[in-house]
């Protein structure tokens, strides 16, 4: 089984984790929210992987503009998604926080830079979604799932292999 992390915005964060095979793939995409769907149907629908979708629940108040636009793309996605039949959560990210034992997002990306020991160049975006998707496996599975287990890459075509 496979979980998708989603961190929603202009420029989405996006993990793909395939948890048997300790890998975790992770991607920034930028574009309208049909481009997004168009790309994670490539994962979801076209075969590799994942039944499990988790999206960051939006959860501030920025302004009416981002606000309004936010919802509408975490909305729109997610209902596309479930009319396919997928398995999607809002996941609020102080459940992915607590169950990590870290403090805030700043920790978050500090504690997945560091356990992956990689030189990737990651961005909040990915590791908001990482931690999402690691999120999604502790809620099917129970067990917290370390950083160091996995393999990261932000290699696109190893996600599709």
Not at 39 to 61: M, P, R, S, W, Y
Request: charged share 20%; hydrophobic share 40%.
């Amino acid at each position: 089984m496979s979980y998708i992390g989603l961190d929603l915005a202009i420029v989405s964060g996006i993990c793909v984790l395939d948890a048997e095979r300790k890998e975790a793939f992770l991607f920034q995409h930028k574009g309208s929210p049909i481009e997004l769907l168009s790309f994670l149907i490539t994962f979801i629908l076209d075969g590799t992987t994942a039944q499990k979708v988790g999206i960051e629940e939006l959860h501030q108040f920025r302004n009416a503009t981002t606000t309004r636009s936010l919802l509408q793309r975490s909305g729109f996605i997610r209902y596309t998604l479930e009319s396919y039949g997928i398995d999607t959560k809002e996941i609020h990210m102080e459940s992915v926080l607590s169950m990590l034992q870290l403090k805030s997002k700043k920790e978050l990306f500090d504690y997945i830079l560091l356990g992956t020991k990689s030189l990737l160049s990651l961005t909040s975006n990915h590791t908001d979604a990482l931690g999402i998707a690691l999120y999604m496996y502790y809620l099917d599975t129970g067990n917290v799932l370390s950083i160091e287990e996995l393999e990261v890459s932000t290699d696109v075509s190893r996600a599709l292999a």
